[in-house]
């Protein structure tokens, strides 16, 4: 709770403070205000915050509140008991959008000296961590560069001079240049901070990866942008040696195992029928492991292949009921290991959909893995497949394409939920989460079908009451003209 923080930090402010919800009523006050106004606390708390205003002053005080309530401002106005002036900063106070209530920060007129003295002081150390920082930074104000720093002068190879002087967006590579535009156009549309991975041209041409933070800070209707560049670069060579060391290693372990799969397949078919029931039962514990195997494999040579762009799509018409039922063979005694139901909805007629029949199997492949692992013994998995006409509200809901028709791909299951803080992050590589004890994985699964459905111009997401069952939906469109 915002009391509860000021409560405990609120005396350490060496000037005069008050907290007041959104319907006005006063909830906190700090030691130096009550000693600044010769009140006491009891009278304060719960009460109108227009109460402390001397009544000369309080009509025009509440008019240009109500008029400028929605942004920072300040104002010299006289408060009861001593008359004192004061010069009163008003901030609104926001949680996740939201409008908690206000602050209120007094200083004594007659302190204004003491006070410019001060922001001097607070002005050189700002200079100081600007200059010092390991971020390249540099500071938008009404839509012009105003001010950048030293890092950022080492990031691009430009002078503050000549970094003022041209077209900030020369500093980026082509295919960033729009989205930064955008927010430079209309740096009031910035509400919250923002994060991106662009690439900054140095100005002997070559290209420097970096992470970009946004920061908007808006003050009596002036709209500022402050941009923080961190040189990943590193990091980038990094992911690389660690992408083709997966590819590499992946390559090497598929060669034995292919050999492995086809001597236990050729081994079970000639002792069929001659084993005890106890033998035929390991045969099937090697082949459901190398199918695991071979599974996981294929995930991280997948990886590699979307991270480094050695990804073509061959695009065909498939029909996506042959597909998936693909697929169910291939799992067969994995679902019926566990006694699950598979519960299909699909149309008497579909057109075919253009997708790259390869990798769309990929996507169904890990769906359906991730299905049966997290579905309880006897529980039942539900596919369902739908068409859905052009300019549809989910496709606007979506972002995509409009005026083309496409498939919505359902898969559901019976198992513990999905949390809904967790219902993004699970698409992201490497991120798992603890849904079940016992269900191995290395967080893979859902980035490869995230990206290649991407890859096919659609949209997937989960739907989960957190509690039990999750539906993963997959938005395609028909065709990829």
């Known amino acids: 709770m915002i009391e509860e923080f000021f409560n405990i ?31 006491r606390q009891e009278e304060l708390i719960e009460k109108n915050w227009q109460e402390i205003i001397i009544e000369e002053d309080k009509r025009w005080v509440e008019e240009y509140f109500r008029e400028n309530k929605e942004k920072s401002f300040n104002l010299d106005f ?5 008359f004192l002036p004061m010069r009163v900063f008003f901030s609104p106070v926001f949680k996740e959008k939201e409008l908690l209530g206000y602050l209120l920060s ?44 030293r890092r950022l002068e080492e990031l691009t190879g430009y002078s503050q001079e000549e970094l003022k002087n041209i077209n900030f967006l020369e500093l980026l590579s082509p295919k960033d240049k729009n989205q930064i535009k955008n927010i430079l156009e209309n740096p009031e549309n910035v509400l919250l901070p923002l994060h991106f991975e662009i690439q900054l041209i140095h100005k002997h041409k070559f290209p420097i990866d970096t ?23 590193q990091l980038k060579e990094l992911e690389k040696l660690k992408t083709d060391y997966f590819a590499m290693v992946s390559h090497d372990l598929r060669s034995p195992l292919t050999t492995i799969k086809e001597a236990v397949a050729l081994l079970s078919e000639m002792a069929k029928g001659k084993l005890p029931s106890e033998s035929e039962r390991f045969f099937n514990i090697i082949s459901e492991e190398l199918f695991k195997l071979f599974h996981l494999i294929d ?47 699909f149309p008497a007629y579909l ?11 990929s996507v169904i492949n890990n769906l359906l893995d991730n299905a049966i692992k997290y579905s309880p013994q006897g529980g039942k998995i539900t596919i369902e497949i739908q068409k ?31 949390p809904k803080e967790y219902q993004e992050k699970i698409f992201e590589k490497f991120e798992k989460v603890e849904l079940k004890p016992g269900v191995k994985g290395i967080g893979l699964g859902l980035a490869i079908v995230k990206n290649i ?29």
């Open 9 to 39: 930090f609120g005396n350490t402010f060496q000037f005069g403070l008050i907290y007041f919800d959104k319907e006005g009523h006063i909830k906190f006050v700090n030691n130096n205000f009550l000693s600044l106004s010769q009140f």
């Open 78 to 82: 006289r408060i009861k008991r001593n």
């Open 106 to 149: 007094f200083f004594p007129i007659e302190k204004e000296k003491e006070l410019e003295r001060e922001i001097i002081i607070s002005t050189n150390i700002y200079h100081e961590i600007m200059e010092n920082a390991i971020d390249g930074i540099c500071i938008f104000k009404e839509k012009k560069l105003i001010l950048t720093n």
């Open 211 to 233: 992470e970009l933070r946004i920061v908007p800070i808006a003050k009596n209707g002036v709209h500022s942008l402050i941009f923080f560049f961190r040189d990943i670069t």
């Open 299 to 345: 995930n991280l040579i997948e990886v590699s292949r979307l991270e480094t762009g050695r990804i073509k799509l061959n695009f065909q018409p498939v029909e996506i009921q042959q597909l998936i039922n693909k697929s169910l063979t291939s799992f067969q005694i994995f679902y019926e290991k566990k006694n699950l139901r598979i519960e299909k909805k």
């Open 351 to 361: 057109p075919k959909a253009e997708i790259d029949p390869d990798r769309f199997s």
């Open 388 to 418: 859905i006409e052009p300019n549809a509200k989910i496709i606007k809901e979506k972002k995509l394409k409009l005026g083309i028709p496409y498939l919505l791909i359902s898969i559901s299951d019976e198992g513990p939920g999905i």
């Open 453 to 481: 459905v991407k890859l096919h111009k659609g949209e997937i997401w989960v739907e989960s009451d957190g509690l039990k069952g999750s539906t993963f939906n997959i938005l395609i469109p028909l065709t990829q003209k």
